[in-house]
């Protein structure tokens, strides 16, 4: 069987580039947590009786980080389903030539359908262009300074990496670390060198460091800059939850979404129950929130009334869960009170949000950690 990582000696542990595919990453990375990383994965995979192999391998090693997050929250569902006593069946061919992800049941309950889906805003995130010129700017030698950034405009056209790079290294060298230090740093009055390239400008400011200190050869000087953008946290999670119901019509068992929403900001509570009922309310108390009854919003109507997505029993939502943060990142299932199925009880055994009467109640359950039965703190340092 082809294994998900290739065999060889790992020696690299320079940090993963901003230009860098997820799955190159990790798949070159020396580093103790990355070598954590890959056994779990391989020893998931070993257990992932999917028909299809190769189409999987491919997806989990495209350089398209949409297509290996896709792969891998596959595998993950599908070890948390086992891990909970669910027996497994991968993409089950149903009515319609439909397959939908994965078919679970366990021995003393009814089945169900889970379907996958990866979202993102992307909103948060630099183009392609702009990380090609961060990773170059990493390679600037800057051992006195960290270098702190600024772009405006948009870069529309391939960027002049080796100009970029020649014009930053010749500024670096000519400035006095006693001189940056002594000064401070001042966002208006630092040192500073620009490049302009069209209508897109790029400054850094160099960031004194400590006295006797100097930039690790294994990190990286450049910081790159915040996107302050508005996010639309709610659309792509609509989307992603409605287009399987739609898909899924004339099921005769439970149908569960899970999202794994990849906004970097996070997704709130008020946010997903806006999303699912509409209008919510603070009752005092964090764990519980009331649904308040509105007209439709024609412009964001919720996923779920007595009326609309019945056929849809349940969401599972994880807020940017990577192969780094399977025991961190925060996920909960959301139950529909108005489904044509009921959930499993079991599935009520990890964090869910259940409505009651016209209160929506939030439970504990067990975390990812204790599912799958690893610790808290895997995979450790590097």
Same mark, same amino acid.
Not at 31 to 49: D, F, G, Q, V
């Given at each position: ?26 798949? /070159? ?34 350089? +398209? ?35 939908? $992800? ?14 996958? /889906? ?10 392609? /262009?702009?990380?090609?010129?961060? $990773? ?15 772009? /405006? ?6 960027? +002049? ?40 400008? %790029? ?23 915040? #996107? ?18 739609? +898909? ?7 149908? #569960? ?33 009331? #649904? %308040? ?32 943060? #399977? ?22 055994? %990890? ?7 016209? %209160? ?23």
């Amino acid at each position: 069987m082809t294994p998900l990582f290739d065999h060889f000696v790992r020696t690299d542990p320079i940090p993963a580039i901003n230009a860098e595919s997820i799955f190159d990453g990790l798949n /070159r990375l020396s580093w103790k947590n990355a070598n954590e990383i890959r056994n779990l994965l391989e020893t998931w995979y070993e257990s992932y009786s999917i028909q299809n192999k190769k189409s999987f391998i491919s997806r989990f090693k495209s350089k +398209r980080n949409e297509d290996h997050q896709g792969a891998f929250f596959e595998l993950f569902l599908h070890q948390l389903l086992i891990k909970m006593g669910f027996k497994v069946k991968v993409d089950p061919l149903i009515g319609g030539g439909n397959t939908p $992800d994965f078919h679970a049941q366990s021995v003393t309950e009814e089945p169900f359908y889970l379907e996958a /889906r990866v979202v993102d805003p992307q909103s948060l995130r630099h183009s392609t /262009r702009e990380e090609l010129v961060f $990773d170059e700017l990493n390679k600037l030698h800057s051992p006195d300074f960290m270098l702190d950034s600024q772009v /405006r405009g948009k870069l529309t056209s391939n960027p +002049r990496l080796k100009e970029i790079r020649a014009v930053f290294q010749s500024w670096i060298d000519q400035l006095d670390p006693q001189t940056i230090n002594e000064n401070g740093y001042d966002y208006f009055t630092s040192h500073s060198k620009s490049f302009q390239q069209g209508t897109r400008i %790029i400054t850094l400011r160099p960031v004194a460091l400590d006295p006797g200190v100097k930039v690790n050869p294994v990190s990286r000087p450049f910081l790159p800059p915040v #996107i302050a953008d508005f996010v639309d946290s709610k659309r792509p999670i609509i989307g992603g939850i409605q287009e399987k119901p739609r +898909r899924y019509k004339n099921l005769d068992r439970p149908l #569960i979404v899970a999202i794994n929403s990849l906004d970097l900001s996070g997704v709130s509570r008020s946010e997903i129950l806006s999303v699912l009922f509409g209008n919510t309310e603070n009752t005092g108390h964090e764990d519980s929130a009331r #649904i %308040i009854p509105s007209p439709d919003n024609r412009n964001l109507k919720p996923v779920w009334s007595p009326s609309q997505n019945t056929n849809l029993s349940a969401i599972i939502l994880f807020n940017e869960l990577q192969p780094n943060s #399977i025991t961190q990142a925060p996920f909960c299932l959301y139950e529909n009170p108005w489904a044509a199925y009921s959930i499993p009880s079991s599935l009520r055994n %990890i964090p869910h949000a259940k409505v009651e009467g016209e %209160i929506v109640n939030w439970y504990k359950g067990n975390s990812a950690s204790t599912v799958i039965g690893i610790s808290e703190t895997w995979p450790g340092s590097r």
